[in-house]
């Protein structure tokens, strides 16, 4: 079958590694163009069915089948800029999430107890989620979101009704965030919280830093993942 150019289901996962029930899935999710079919009903995937599998399994793995699905479905349609800028976009976050898990890296490892008010007062100047924002370039709404299920420290302002952040948010806030882009479910983190709260941050820079190696290893994923999408495109003639 491979010598007339068509490949059974079989036959493609065999050679890229890949479950048959994963082909139809991505099939069925349009990551693929629509596949010929044999007199008897079989599919029968060419050779650009196997660059798209390819592509789909390499950069599955960096960017995630999510993005790499939204791409794939861009070069269907032809529109590969579109595709190559959605690619750029994702690099670009992956690179803001770097600066993050720096940045709580930084902060945890210029103070002592995380948790701790700055000289052990109780009146340590508490913080706005304006400045938290311009301290670390995180969402507004996600911090919103991260304060309601109890993940950071916060009081109400008596005259405004503001919230107003513990000194130590921007550190929790930056590793929160650190920890979430290395995968880490919120249940989770807001153990992990615990713990580095109860002891010296240590723990605390090892998780930080743990999420930076994973950012190295996805970074190198997604290098595999670019090199398969160029082959894809010229296998199209498409570049």
């Known amino acids: 079958m491979e010598k007339s150019g068509l490949w059974r289901p079989i036959d493609i996962a065999r050679k890229i590694g890949m479950s048959t029930s994963a082909l ?3 099939e069925s999710w349009g990551m693929v163009p629509p596949v010929p079919r044999s007199t008897t009903g079989y599919r029968l995937y060419t050779r650009q069915h196997l660059a798209y599998y390819q592509c789909i399994r390499r950069m599955g793995d960096g960017f995630g089948i999510k ?3 939204a791409v794939m479905r861009c070069i269907i349609k032809g ?3 579109d ?6 976009e994702a690099q670009a976050q992956k690179n803001r999430d770097k600066q993050i898990a720096l940045r709580a890296v930084q902060l945890l490892s210029s103070t002592g107890k995380l948790g701790a008010d700055e000289g052990g ?8 989620i304006k400045t938290i924002v311009q301290e670390t370039g995180i969402a507004a709404s996600a911090i919103r979101y991260w304060d309601q299920l109890g993940l950071l420290e ?3 302002d008596t005259g405004n009704g503001y919230r107003l952040f513990h000194p130590d948010a921007i550190k929790q806030v930056a590793l929160i965030k650190t920890l979430r882009n290395a995968g880490y479910s919120l249940p989770t983190i ?3 919280l615990l713990q580095v709260s109860e002891q010296q941050v240590t723990h ?4 930080a830093q743990a999420a930076l190696d994973e950012m190295n290893r996805a970074l190198r994923q997604q290098l595999v993942g670019l090199h398969e999408l160029y082959k894809l495109l010229r296998e199209l003639e498409l570049l």
């Not at 595709?83 to 750029?88: K, P, T």
């Not at 007062?121 to 706005?128: F, I, K, P, V, Y």
Request: aromatic share 6%.
């Open 79 to 81: 529109a590969v800029d």
């Open 154 to 156: 916060t009081e109400r």
């Open 121 to 128: 007062s109780a009146s340590a100047a508490r913080l706005t």
């Open 67 to 69: 993005q790499t699905g």
């Open 24 to 26: 139809r899935h991505y």
């Open 204 to 207: 605390a820079i090892e998780l």
């Open 190 to 192: 807001q153990g992990l």
């Open 83 to 88: 595709a190559l800028w959605m690619v750029n």
